[in-house]
């Protein structure tokens, strides 16, 4: 597994309000699996292993990460693997690179109305669809589930304890628990939401009993999937300085928020920074170029 060290962000503008912040570059933990979805499938495919399952059922979104990564780490590990898609009406129309990913890894799509994917985590849904794809091993949205989490603290390792701020984009909560249940309780972590509404405080607060940690939806441009003129030229000017790609759905939502945070004093420059990198680069919103679009 590649070491994803911290690489400091050299930005003239950062640097005069004497902000460091060291990005971890996740997205290159492995080609195919990764970011988080590496640590967050790691226990659960050992668990599907050691009770004897060859079908992994999962779900998610069109531009899922976890649906892509799935799918690969399924056909790795010589699992037949299901997609339960939200939006019913996508099955007309044309995959999209991650969607179409998945297909070529051999995961069968079953795309579901957004009434019955709001269902996902119902008992009794999950029997119907264990009824419709029998002897499958379950694993949540997003992958989250407590192996997810026991996977993301080994996000963190000794050498963090220098950090103040640890931040991460959020979708399911399953990575920023497991960063949470890894840091030291004078540390924060900050969690940029990839969603609109403050649902995932709830979620995440189900899930660990630590309290040094927040999250926001400042800058989730609008919603899941969403974008914004400003983001998409802040992702082009970015990769242009940095030469680090990103991407519309989680990334880059964080690094747009950490910046704004620092140019507006609420992230202080007593400060030190890490922020996550946490892959998903297969979702990214290109031109023909390959480069990144600035079309809203």
Known sequence: MFDAIAHTIQDQMLNLHGVQ???RRLDLVHP???GNKFFKLKYNFLEAQQQGYRKILTFGGAYSNHIAATSYAAQQFGFQSIGIIRGEELKTKALNP???????????LHFVSREDYRRKQN????????QQFPDCYIIPE???NALAIRGCTEILKPSDQQFDLICCAVGTGGT??????????QQQILGFSALKGLFLNDDVAQLTRKRNWKIIDTYCCGGYAKTTPELLQFMQDFEAMHDIPLEQVYTAKMMLGIEHMILQGEISPEQRVLALHTGGLQGKIKTDSGKTSVAP
């Open 142 to 144: 997003g992958g989250t």
């Open 21 to 23: 912040v060291s990005l």
């Open 123 to 130: 008992p009794d849904y999950l029997a119907q669809l264990q």
């Open 98 to 108: 991650t969607l179409a990913s998945a297909t070529q890894f051999g995961m069968q």
């Open 32 to 34: 195919q699996i990764s």
């Open 176 to 185: 920023m628990t497991g960063l949470i249940e890894a840091s030291l309780s």
